[in-house]
């Protein structure tokens, strides 16, 4: 995730125009949520690794299910998992987004589809294979195990409620955007005081309880939707949720995993079928040239979020191109460009500002001035100079 929102924003529509238009196959999808309890949260802030692993067990936990039932063992599923690390108020939050395909593929590629999942049993193997992750890497203890299984709400939880219909390849896009979202948004900060305290409200305006930024995380803080945070501890909030170099937020599984896709591109073109490699040529012809249409600037992925062109002449309507990119530092060449356009406005030179002081002094303004009471001199109006620039500067 790179530290900069603009940065990540443009990574976040790559990824989804890559997972939409290259991965993803016409059938239907939903998007599963996966949480740990607050007990077992902390030890993944310490060490990443836990991360990965149990992206790793919630494929297990999905694909014995998918198997389970269909009744068959020979069939694969398409799996991508995105890791989220942040709550609402940037407190450390680690669950897992998923997106599943609605069935699975037989080794001929053909999609057997499946209504739903058994969340209830579902639930049970993602608790399971969460506590025998725990234990096999020393985070816990067999009685903490044991003392958790006691409790009423386990902390374990599931939610399949997001469907997307076969083809529906802008709601992909949408999900994976959502799914592989910055975890800081400039448009919920609220304000930053003149002592450098920041506030920052929820996504959500209901008030719910979050833990205090600080904390372990055990604890149900005030039930609120913003937070305010010193200057440290929101720096401190905001780059807990920054990635070790080289580790992999997104992960692909099954039928999507990047093997796969190659096996299966190999062996089309091995199969030597004339109307086989034409149709697939075609096909990943389109998406590649789409792929690095998007990839070329900027100005593809504005259209595709804004649904306007930053390339279509506002004139004719044609479609401009960049010829050149101008630096501040050649001012005679924009100079030329803007007298062509007509646009060009010359100014004269500034006056250097007077050095006998910006701020008139109100007495001696007084004494210079008919006024003669001190009434008048309430109505009088003190007179200073601002520089121009100094003036900007503030905005």
Not at 25 to 44: D, E, G, S, Y
Not at 279 to 294: H, K, L, M, P, Q
Not at 328 to 348: N, T, Y
């Amino acid at each position: 995730m790179p530290a900069c929102p603009s940065c990540h924003q443009k990574r976040t529509l790559l990824t989804a125009l890559h997972v939409a238009e290259e991965v993803c196959a016409p059938v239907a999808h939903r998007q599963v949520v996966l949480t740990i309890p607050k007990r077992l949260r902390l030890h993944a802030r310490f060490d990443r690794s836990l991360l990965g692993k149990l992206s790793h067990c919630a494929w297990t936990c999905i694909q014995a299910e998918v198997r389970r039932l269909l009744g068959r063992d020979d069939v694969v599923a398409g799996m991508i998992a995105a890791i989220q690390t942040h709550g609402e108020l940037l407190h450390w939050h680690p669950h897992l987004h998923l997106l599943l395909t609605c069935g699975a593929f037989t080794a001929t590629g053909d999609f057997l589809e499946l209504s739903e999942l058994n969340l209830e049993r579902l639930e049970v193997a993602w608790q399971e294979a969460v506590f025998a992750l725990y234990l096999a890497e020393e985070k816990i203890e067999p009685e903490v195990v044991e003392n958790m299984r006691t409790w009423q709400h386990s902390g374990f939880s599931l939610d399949q409620s997001v469907l997307l219909p076969a083809g529906d390849r802008a709601g992909i896009e949408r999900l994976v955007q959502y799914m592989t979202r910055c975890p800081f948004s400039l448009s919920r900060l609220v304000k930053v005081s003149d002592t450098g305290q920041v506030i920052y409200k929820a996504e959500k305006a209901c008030c719910r309880s979050f833990p205090d930024p600080g904390g372990d995380g055990l604890q149900a803080g005030a039930r609120r939707n913003y937070q305010i945070l010193s200057p440290l501890d929101f720096l401190a909030e905001f780059t807990q949720h920054i990635p070790a170099k080289g580790s992999h937020l997104i992960r692909y599984y099954g039928w999507y995993s990047n093997k796969s896709r190659g096996m299966r591109k190999k062996a089309a073109e091995a199969a030597g079928s004339a109307e086989d490699v034409e149709d697939s040529s075609a096909t990943v012809g389109a998406e590649e040239a789409s792929s690095s249409r998007s990839r070329q600037s900027w100005a593809m992925l504005i259209k595709r979020v804004y649904e306007i062109d930053p390339l279509s002449c506002p004139q004719c309507g044609g479609q401009m191109k960049v010829v050149a990119f101008l630096e501040p530092s050649q001012g005679e060449v924009i100079e030329e460009i803007l007298r062509h356009c007509g646009l060009w406005r010359a100014s004269a030179p500034r006056a250097p500002p007077d050095g006998d002081g910006l701020v008139q002094d109100l007495d001696s303004a007084f004494l210079d001035s008919p006024i003669g009471s001190p009434d008048q001199a309430d109505q009088s109006q003190e007179l200073t100079y601002v520089d121009i620039d100094t003036f900007l500067a503030t905005f």
